[in-house]
């Protein structure tokens, strides 16, 4: 007789949520807070005998409900509007965690907790959830306009800059103290990671897609886009990011594909409706009214900390960055609540000896609390949102708005510098080709150690597999390198020609400036094997080897520099077509 408990589980899970969301239509009340009440009515702490008899299998179930509702959001919230909102997003988002952790260890110090809970209840309370912010804003029609982007790219810098803190929290807890190198690592780490998925993704996923559209078939075309999904967000996990980071990110890479993001957004729905709904009756599940009273004090404060804290900080942040005053509102409502991220944080501190239980059971109570909560404190300000934004607004809200105004008009006249655009795209063209160079050597090593087969068959004097995977970086980076040379070099001759400037006269000034510019170019690629270096030296062959491979590298450069600059400029064109083709298929009526 096969094994039926899971079974069992998820279809007491799916009719305690499918009740939970009748009865919440029906009495007009977000259908979020049925699904944590739910859980609670069937988990372990309410009845004397339980209905679910293996909580990780839904909380297992609930990840999943986190992967489908972070592509969905990626899928929506696409690259380029990320880019829109991409310098206020993170100015915002810098000032709200840097806030709320300086917040949380004030509040921990008055509650009288050690130095490393006090650390873990800052990062704690830092960042908002997406997960209820998404779900919030698809049952309140919220999704689409500018506060919409703003308020996901908000929350998705966030998600980034607690991964980052999550690393600096592993380090005090074995360390003891904060290791700034582990975390500028692991920061590292985490923009290799974007930079690779977003640029290699975007060069493969979109002529993929479009290539399965061909066959006609939605079966054929979800299982391809869920394979990519998992596949990122597996490797995310392996990595120790978030399953939620790595479907987003590859989510917003599907939504590059031309027709077919569209296809797969429709074809996902229902997978997120279900999933989405079993993670937040797994929250409930983790509701325990006895130990949880007897840190009711704690978790009131620590709410209350929350809900004005982030209100109050997004509030103003945003509208620093020039959002009309309504809309900043609605930011400071929506920012007002933790969960996921907050349940990650506060078992991790068990998990490494360095906390007690205390802090686990206070996230749960506030992340019920500020789910619980947010819905009716959006509401509050919307209808307050209204009256700012009405014809008759307020005398401060009308200068806020002119803020607003002027703030956009003199961003739009900055950007009006050729020289000054021409500049900021090669650094960023620039920043985006060395993050490739660490991505391409962190997969070779991650090679070298996994295929054993190699080392067994070459002589140990070529290096083995470690001498065949650096190489193999190094072919496959060439173009990578040659593009950065040619955009190093632009970039060096415009500092030459704003440090000698064409009003200057006389032959000195000329060759003066060939020899800066040709200096700053050698300093900058020096940077670059510098760089390379530092990447590869766990792969680097044998000294004799690493000459011939070295000559052999340079007689490619010499004879195929043509052929790489081609390779690279069809690279580039790639990803243009793809961005025509999108920018033509939203003009489309219909």
Known sequence: MQDLTFLQNLAVVMMAAALAAIVCDRLRIPRLLGFIGAGFVIGPHALPIPLVANEMTIRTLGDLGIVFLM????IDFNLRKMRRVGLPALLVALLDVGVMVWLGWMVGGALGWGRLERIFLGVMICDSSTAVLARLMGESGREGGRFAEFVVGLNVVEDFLTVALIAMLNGLAIGGQMDTGAMMLRMGQLGVFLV???VFGLLAVPPFLKYVTRFRSDETLLLSALGLVFLTAYAA???QFSLAMGAFVIGSVIAEAPRAHRSIATLVTPLRHMFVAVFFVSVGMMVAPVVLMSYAGDILIVTAVVLLGKFTICTVGATAVGLPPSDALRVGASMAQICEFALI???LGPALGVTGD???QVAVGVAVLTTALNPLVLNLVERYALHVSGDRPPLWAERLAFYADWLGQSAGQRMDAAVAKTVRRSLWIVFVNLMLIAALFTA???LARHVMWLNTRLPKWLGGADTVCWMG???????IYVATYRKLEALTMVAAELSLPGSLSGHWVYTSRNVLSRTLLLIAMGGVLMLTVLLSAALLPPGPVLGVLLAVIAIIVWRG???????????????RAVRKELEAEEEEPG
Request: aromatic content about 12%; charged content about 5%; glycine content about 4%.
């Open 71 to 74: 592509l969905s959001l990626g």
């Open 196 to 198: 690779a998925v977003i």
């Open 237 to 239: 996990f392996r990595l």
């Open 345 to 347: 944080v506060a078992a």
């Open 358 to 360: 205390g802090l686990f």
């Open 444 to 446: 070779a090593s991650f």
């Open 473 to 479: 970086a190094v072919v496959v980076a060439l173009p």
């Open 561 to 575: 520099w043509s052929s790489l600059v081609r390779l690279y400029a069809s690279a580039q064109a790639a990803l």
